[in-house]
């Protein structure tokens, strides 16, 4: 479905001429002649973007742009206010009352669309980090102020200290500033988290278009928002420069509110999109952790011992699985208490995962049962291996408050033989724990073989 976007003007002419040039854009396109009818249009259907003319009778833009900016239905809909190119003093009216970016009279289809798609792409992002992380548009506004309100770093890159320092001026007060005039140091500082880089095309001492190419071929900067500062009469560069991936353009000479207004967008986008990954990391990371012991669970060692089995059965790599279960658990959990229990578990898990290799896959596969993967490892090493640490967990007594107590660990190792299957190889590990427990326990048995240890 392509994106909605609302048009409110009072004159017709306006509103047919952005109405024609949205919808040969590929735009799903409605209008309102009226702040009044542009509102209830708002809160009856569904839109990714709105179009505002400031100046209309009645109701005027800044107006609706509060009310719609208040409203928990239609308050994350970004706005762009259509101003007079002289009036200054309603593109600060505009940004107090919540516009996201400005669009000026006469309008300039090339500026035009470039709001429209760099605003939309914020729209998406936006959907995208509240539907990940389960807030309503109701409820969302809270978290999201907290990541419009982060200071971001920002790179700005120009041939002249001058317009650096002129550029940088409107910033100064709410983001943390670099300003470069070396291309070539800009590219490193750029992998320095920053968070959105401002270059211009207009340089004389260097290639601005490089520069973006640049940045957008390395994989440790792709990603990094950019605002190129263009000349409006080289509308071949602009088109250059997004071809390349510039996110967004700002025209010389340049206006503080607008350059504000871009910045901001920019920076909720990259904000928005760091919170989403982090979110989409930690829902991953749910899928596939025991979120007691903090190692993996069953899914992540299915998933992480596959291989194994191929490389087995490719370039015949041996590999050994071992099941460590921890002795007399429940009577743990009824005379000491479950909270105790969870102590336990947590301390094995520790012991387990600091004193195996790297290369181990070492999970919880439920209870108090715990499953290690060892590549290249027959089982005469596992079972060397296995009963080290089976020492080292019941040689070191466990502290719960005041109190320390021992426990002990008993285990059953297999090693995989070529072409079977994982539940194979696990139940004579698993055959082999058994027959250490039916031992008398705080033993190490290996698959069809004498104990190691007692």
Not at 117 to 144: A, C, F, I, W
Not at 255 to 272: D, M
Request: aromatic share 6%.
């Amino acid at each position: 479905m392509s994106a909605r976007i609302l048009i409110v003007d009072d004159l017709a002419p306006n509103l047919h001429l952005l109405e024609v040039k949205l919808a040969a854009q590929y735009y799903d396109v409605a209008t309102a002649m009226s702040g009044k009818q542009a509102l209830k249009l708002a809160e009856r259907e569904r839109f990714d973007l709105i179009l505002l003319d400031a100046m209309m009778p009645g109701l005027n833009g800044f107006e609706v742009c509060k009310r719609l900016k208040s409203n928990p239905e239609t308050w994350h809909i970004p706005v762009v206010m259509v101003t007079a190119l002289e009036e200054t003093r309603d593109r600060i009216r505009g940004l107090e009352a919540g516009a996201d970016d400005f669009i000026t009279k006469p309008i300039d289809d090339f500026n035009l669309l470039a709001r429209v798609k760099s605003l939309l792409r914020l729209k998406m992002v936006t959907d995208q980090l509240l539907s990940h992380t389960g807030y309503s548009m109701e409820n969302s506004r809270p978290m999201l102020e907290v990541l419009d309100n982060r200071t971001g770093r920002v790179l700005i890159v120009d041939d002249h200290k001058r317009k650096l320092e002129k550029t940088a001026a409107p910033l100064r007060d709410t983001h943390d500033l670099v300003l470069e005039t070396d291309p070539k140091s800009a590219v490193d500082l750029v992998k320095s988290k920053i968070d959105l880089v401002i270059v211009s095309l207009v340089s004389g001492k260097f290639d601005g278009l490089r520069f973006c190419a640049r940045l957008r071929s390395d994989a440790d900067t792709r990603d990094i928002p950019i605002l190129a500062i263009g000349d409006p009469e080289d509308e071949a560069t602009l088109v250059r420069a997004y071809d390349i991936g510039i996110n967004d353009t700002l025209m010389r000479p340049i206006e503080a509110q607008e350059l504000q207004a871009r910045v901001n967008t920019q920076l909720k986008r990259k904000f928005y999109a760091d919170s989403l990954k982090e979110n989409f990391s930690e829902s991953m990371e749910m899928v596939v952790t025991d979120p007691m012991t903090g190692l993996g669970n069953r899914r992540h060692f299915d998933r992480t011992v596959a291989p194994l089995f191929d490389q087995l059965n490719q370039e015949g790599q041996a590999f050994s699985l071992v099941i460590f279960d921890v002795d007399h658990f429940k009577r743990v959990n009824d005379i000491l208490g479950h909270d105790v229990g969870d102590v336990v578990l947590k301390e094995v898990a520790a012991r387990l995962a600091s004193n195996m290799r790297s290369i181990d896959v070492v999970s919880r596969y439920g209870g108090e049962e715990f499953l290690i993967a060892m590549p290249d490892t027959d089982q005469h090493a596992a079972v060397v291996a296995a009963d080290r640490i089976r020492a080292l967990i019941g040689g070191t007594p466990i502290t719960v408050g005041d109190q320390a107590f021992s426990i002990s660990v008993s285990a059953g190792v297999s090693e995989v033989r070529k072409d079977e299957k994982f539940r194979d190889v696990f139940k004579r590990a698993d055959d082999a724990l058994y027959t250490a427990k039916q031992e008398g326990r705080n033993q190490v048995y290996g698959a069809a073989q004498k104990t190691l240890a007692a």
